[in-house]
């Protein structure tokens, strides 16, 4: 089993950024494709990045490219989402997730965090 926590979600203003992180714990991470999906009020759950293993390929929904930045230290067990001009239209619970064979948008993730909040006042 994997236990994924988020953390680094909060409040800013249009423009402004946050990094999320999420730690492992239970295995190591190295073997896994990992991504950050998110869910706004009333729509369906998003795939916004995945990564590969070894951090050498990222994919990313077109909304957020070249703003969002998915990376990781396998050393750490960890996984970053950096988020860079933000939007109100970002406001959303985001959640890590890992998967051991999917690489790619919109996958189906053996595993989930618990989701932290993200809101992006105008």
């Known amino acids: 089993q994997v236990q994924l926590v988020e953390s680094g979600g909060g409040l800013v203003q249009a423009g402004g950024s946050l990094r999320l992180s999420c730690t492992a714990s239970?295995?190591?991470?190295?073997?896994?494709?990992m991504g950050w999906f998110r869910q706004a009020p009333g729509k369906e759950r998003e795939s916004v990045a995945v990564i590969s293993p070894n951090g050498g390929t990222t994919l990313y929904v077109d909304s957020v490219k070249g703003r969002f930045t998915i990376s990781r230290d396998n050393a750490k067990n960890t996984v970053y989402l950096q988020m860079n001009s933000l939007k109100p239209e970002d406001t959303a619970v985001y959640y890590c997730?890992?998967?051991?064979?999917?690489?790619?948008?919109?996958?189906?993730?053996?595993?989930w965090g618990q989701g932290t909040q993200v809101t992006v006042s105008s």
């Open positions: 997730v890992a998967d051991l064979f999917e690489f790619r948008l919109g996958m189906k993730p053996d595993y």
């Open positions: 239970g295995r190591t991470l190295s073997s896994y494709v």
